[in-house]
């Protein structure tokens, strides 16, 4: 028998009480939750028939418009190769100094890009304007504009015009009232 013990003739390694268990951390255990999946788990009479099943159709029904989801998406895909395109351009450009692909992916990303935020901002017009609880369409840059400037109202304590003194265009007298 050899010192390694890859000769086995005494069968010491199918010997369970040779080897200490304590040696390494006991196998963990863990408490699995179950969890039951319309469609699959409802069979309660065993005829092989989903009893609780739910129409494909029903469990994924959402409340989105299917204008709002294919312009939703269609942007997503233009936004996607404009983002790319102007990543990968310019680094065709500066590491490989290939013009005749990194110019192209540069104006096509530019190009895509320009679209997708004209798209994006028409359909926000659009649905601005059929929307019943506003009169005018929101702005574009999400920036809701500071009412109290736009009006030129009158800061009832001093009698002046805000307008004209945030802007500086005011006298001292009226900014000191």
């Known amino acids: 028998?050899?010192?390694d013990g890859a000769d086995d003739e005494n069968g010491l390694l199918d010997d369970p009480e040779r080897f200490e268990h304590s040696l390494g951390p006991d196998v963990p255990e863990v408490d699995v939750p179950t969890v039951s999946i319309p469609g699959e788990d409802d069979d309660t009479d065993g005829d092989g028939v989903d009893?609780?099943?739910v129409d494909d159709a029903d469990a994924f029904d959402t409340d989105v418009d299917p204008e709002v989801s294919r312009t939703f998406w269609r942007l997503v895909v233009v936004f996607d190769v404009a983002f790319l395109a102007l990543a990968l351009g310019p680094m065709f450009i500066y590491?490989?100094?290939d013009w005749n692909v990194g110019g192209p992916?540069?104006?096509?990303?530019a190009i895509s890009f320009l679209y997708?935020?004209?798209e994006y901002r028409a359909f926000r017009r659009s649905r601005a304007s059929e929307s019943p609880d506003s009169s005018e369409p929101a702005p574009d840059d999400g920036i809701e504009p500071d009412e109290s400037r736009e009006s030129g109202a009158v800061d009832a304590d001093t009698g002046t015009d805000e307008r004209r003194v945030a802007?500086?265009?005011g006298?001292?007298?009226?900014r000191n009232r």
């Open 51 to 53: 009893d609780g099943a």
């Open 116 to 118: 997708g935020v004209r």
């Open 167 to 169: 802007d500086g265009a």
């Open 1 to 3: 028998m050899s010192e």
């Open 171 to 174: 006298t001292d007298d009226d």
């Open 95 to 97: 590491f490989e100094g």
């Open 105 to 109: 992916l540069v104006a096509l990303g």
